[in-house]
């Protein structure tokens, strides 16, 4: 099969396989390593300080020269408001509490938030030549700027009509992230409930009505699916789960192998961890916010109150208690190194 097409050429990379940007998942190391090998990795930095965007990028530079997409967060920030938390408050430290974990901290809700605005000199001066986003769409100064660059922008679409607003925004490529996707939904527009369509219709409504080239995201994970996903239109893969347990991503081990020995409907939508919908294998933790009854705060408040208990929870390697972002394809979740996943893959699409 011949993997070279409009994306390959215009990205300058090999085969039209992007590694997801995986927050909490990803290391510099996996995205060199599949840049390294061909693909392209991408470099997660939603939300994290300018100081550790640059470091991370820098770190990554270090690893590879081959193109690689930088990841970030385009979602507006709420404002903290001690009053509303004090429900969800009193039950995480009553969890904390009976489970031996950190409760939030006094100032936990004072954590500093960075937006994208605030990573965006780094991207210019870094000269980042491919800017994926997820969770809305930089306002229009900043998408300006980072157009001026000349670097590829990658949003991110749950639905047609969310597609269909990023290309009115001038954005070039569209990530489709299906409903069976690990993670966070990109999900933005506020006068649409929750779009949960399956990766098959979403990737085909779009092809079928925008001109624009559309990466497939969502239970991607062999060779097969690589291929199916290309037949309806996509012009690339974008793949996530079936790194997680790779020797380079920074899971802890425990999380790693519920990933491996999960099954289709191990993993629930929840808003339990950061206030916002994402997918991941259901756990105590999300059981009890879920069953308490108490809304969580708004993303990513939600997230910072629990920080420290997640914390903890991850360093005694206690799956119960933290985030598994994982995707309903868990089938060929492997613990062995990134690139060997990749060439596997490969390898599966070609003798299809
Ligand atoms: C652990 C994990 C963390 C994720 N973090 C991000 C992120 O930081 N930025 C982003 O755009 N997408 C993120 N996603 C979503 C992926 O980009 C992608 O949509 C998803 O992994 C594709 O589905 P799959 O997991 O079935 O391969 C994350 C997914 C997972 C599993």
């Not at 011949?2 to 510099?28: H, R, Y």
């Not at 903290?80 to 009976?98: C, D, I, K």
């Not at 949003?155 to 990023?166: H, I, M, N, Q, Y």
């Not at 893969?237 to 997680?244: W, Y």
């Amino acid at each position: 099969m011949t993997w070279t097409n409009d994306f390959t050429k215009q990205l300058g990379i090999e085969f039209p396989i992007v590694q997801a940007p995986m927050l909490g998942v990803t290391s510099p190391q996996m995205v060199a390593q599949l840049s390294n090998a061909g693909a392209l990795g991408s470099l997660p930095v939603g939300g994290l300080s300018p100081d550790k965007t640059l470091a991370l990028i820098r770190q990554t530079k270090t690893l590879t020269r081959k193109p690689f997409a930088v990841n970030l967060f385009a979602n507006t920030l709420p404002t903290p408001r001690a009053a509303q938390a004090s429900q969800m408050r009193e039950f995480l430290t009553t969890l904390a509490r009976n489970h031996n974990l950190a409760a939030p901290t006094a100032d936990a809700l004072d954590t500093p938030m960075y937006s994208y605005a605030d990573q965006l000199d780094i991207l210019v001066s870094e000269k980042i030549s491919v800017i994926s986003f997820t969770f809305g769409i930089p306002d229009d100064a900043s998408l300006k700027t980072l157009k001026s660059t000349g670097a590829v922008l990658i949003g991110t679409a749950t639905s047609f009509r969310e597609a269909a607003v990023l290309q009115e925004k001038g954005v070039d490529m569209i990530t489709a992230q299906g409903i069976e996707a690990g993670g966070h939904r990109g999900s933005f527009l506020d006068d649409e409930p929750l779009p949960q369509v399956g990766l098959i219709s979403l990737v085909s409504e779009i092809v079928h009505r925008l001109p624009r080239p559309v990466l497939a995201a969502g239970g991607i994970h062999d060779g097969k699916t690589i291929r199916a996903a290309l037949m309806l239109g996509a012009q690339a893969v974008q793949i996530g789960t079936a790194f997680i347990a790779c020797t380079e991503s920074i899971a802890i081990p425990s999380y790693k192998s519920a990933v491996m020995n999960a099954t289709g409907t191990d993993t629930a939508l929840t808003r339990a961890f950061t206030g916002r919908w994402a997918r991941g294998i259901r756990n105590a933790f999300m059981n009890e916010v879920e069953n308490s009854g108490i809304a969580p705060l708004p993303y990513p408040l939600q997230a910072s109150l629990n920080a420290a208990l997640r914390a903890s929870a991850q360093q005694r390697d206690d799956k119960e208690f933290t985030n598994l972002w994982a995707g309903q394809s868990t089938v060929n979740v492997q613990a062995k190194p990134a690139v060997e996943i990749l060439q596997q893959l490969i390898q599966e699409a070609e003798a299809v």
